[in-house]
């Protein structure tokens, strides 16, 4: 066989590479020499290797496949070897044939087809197929109770465990109060006289809860970040909703 | 390229692309200059032209559009409605049901008896006009109620909500319970 | 409706509704039986057929959709300036053309014939509008399973995946008796 010394091409996979041996050697993909192949095969990976390509885990898996069907076509019983080389020999037919079947339909193959966006049309959307009765309250007999099964567990399930449950509400109220008055804090002082982690939380998810309602915005950063009220500091109407405890 | 070509070409790139496509446009990607690709264009738009023809080339300005004749509105709109008219999802009747056996409710009430979110199930069922909004509780929160439509009692055929298969027992207790 | 009116607004249909629609669909819409649509349809699939045509109507199983002829593909990258689709790589084909002849299968599948990991061509095919889920196979860890879509047959310029050229004999029976 001849010395393999000139640029990589690059295989799609082991399959790929074992094909492009064969037929460059112009071997049986029926009746592979394992020896000869195995030697070409490792010769390629190692060129690969020392050209920096990523050898991908399938090549790796290949040449251990590959040794061993070596190694147990050396012991004096070769039925093993044998059923191992037809396997080999079979997926790479199948793979052969994968590939002629992929080149065919290259040829016919066309991506210049253009077809145009749906015009946009506004729909009257109302439902009009029509249900039996019986279906509803199939339907509804299958909600009911699955509530039980995957809502989370009630708070009081807990009651043994935590000490004090801090509403967001209560702190979202309080952090507004603190901003009517001094219109800007800094953030890291709505944490300065908590008591407890819960405290601590319920603050954070309230000053999240006012961003996100866009009532208030945090500036700055690394550690110098203030929070201020938006729309001027005017009171809104909305709030109503949240002084409600 | 060759005037009947040519002319392919440019009901290609009119269907294509949908807006309109002006002079200038087509006579640079087709390397004509401008009053031949203005000529094949306007002799497009009359060809085009008609009462009952199905697409039109129309001209505005100097811009051309291949659109839909409006005389086909009617079918046009069946056929691409039906596309969206699908059969309910099993959530979507499950939160119908819901909606139905104990309306007025909640957005709450029925992801508390579900389980999950049913943002989108609402939002769906009230587009579908299955559903609509019947004012606010008066709780913190002055949470949306929901209640059926006329057009769900003819999508089931019936011509009250007293119609509904009762529920049976045992069922609407616990959930009394559970509520 | 006559049936030269008939065609025109099933030609005013298939433009605007851009995606592909079925004969019934069609039948549906214009109150016709769907032999009569089905025949309208192709003939005026027949009629926009041509090897110069600009635009195309083509059969994809049973649905039709009008498009583009792609010999006119030059002209319409330039006016619409879209960037041009770069050919399918061969691992790509390959494993189309997997999928196309063993439909549905699962990507586990693809990979024991190709003998590398196909995560990212199936994504990119997925993508591209090639092959679409088509639920999952009822094994341990439910596997999703792949075929091919409408824009593969036109891509392809077949109507339907009984044109695709059969494999021969001998190498289809080993794959069965392997499989």
């Known amino acids: ?245 | 390229m060759e005037i009947k070509k040519l002319r392919e070409a440019i009901k290609a790139i009119l269907f294509v692309s949908g807006d309109p496509v002006s002079i200038d446009r087509v006579a640079d990607a087709l390397e004509l200059d401008r009053p031949t690709a203005a000529k094949i264009l306007q002799n497009l738009a009359d060809e085009y032209d008609g009462e009952e023809s199905g697409v039109l080339i129309v001209r505005m300005e100097d811009q051309y559009q291949m659109c839909s004749n409006p005389k086909y509105a009617k079918p046009i709109h069946k056929v691409m409605d039906m596309r969206r008219n699908t059969p309910l999802s099993p959530a979507g009747l499950e939160v119908l049901a819901i909606v139905a056996y104990n309306q007025p409710v909640t957005k709450a009430f029925i992801e508390q008896i579900r389980g999950v979110d049913c943002s989108g199930v609402i939002g769906s069922l009230s587009a579908k006009g299955l559903i609509e909004e019947r004012g606010r509780l008066e709780l913190p929160g002055r949470p949306l109620l929901y209640g059926t439509t006329a057009n769900f009692l003819r999508c089931l055929s019936i011509s009250s909500l007293s119609e509904l298969p009762p529920i049976p027992e045992k069922q609407a207790e616990e959930e009394k319970a559970d509520a």
Not at chain 1, 7 to 20: A, N, R, V
Not at chain 1, 70 to 87: M, N
């Open chain 1, 1 to 245: 066989m001849e010395k393999l010394s000139y640029k990589l091409p690059s295989f799609e996979g082991p399959l790929d590479l074992l094909l492009y041996l064969i037929s460059k050697n112009k071997l049986n993909i029926c009746d592979i020499p394992i020896a000869e192949l195995l030697e070409q095969y490792m010769e390629q990976i190692h060129e690969m290797q020392k050209q920096d390509m990523d050898v991908a885990s399938e090549f790796l898996e290949m040449a251990a496949r590959l040794v061993y069907i070596k190694t147990v076509s050396l012991l004096p019983k070769h039925e093993e070897a044998e059923e191992l080389s037809r396997e080999l020999s079979g997926q790479l037919l199948e793979y052969q044939e994968c590939r002629r079947v992929a080149q065919s339909m290259a040829a016919s193959f066309n991506l210049e087809f253009f077809v145009r966006e749906p015009e946009k049309i506004d729909f009257d959307e109302t439902y009009r197929r029509v249900h039996r009765p019986e279906e509803l309250l199939a339907a509804y007999l299958n909600a009911a109770g699955r509530g039980k099964r995957l809502l989370p567990p009630k708070p009081e399930a807990f009651s043994g465990i935590t000490h004090r449950i801090v509403s967001v509400s209560s702190k979202i109220v309080a952090v507004l109060r603190r901003l009517w008055t001094a219109h800007e804090v800094r953030y890291e002082s709505l944490f300065e006289e908590k008591r407890g982690r819960s405290d601590m939380v319920a603050t954070f998810l309230a000053v999240l809860e006012l961003v996100r309602g866009k009532r208030v915005r945090v500036e700055g950063e690394d550690g110098n970040e203030t929070v201020k009220l938006m729309n001027g500091g005017v009171r809104h109407w909305k709030l109503k909703s949240y002084g409600k405890q």
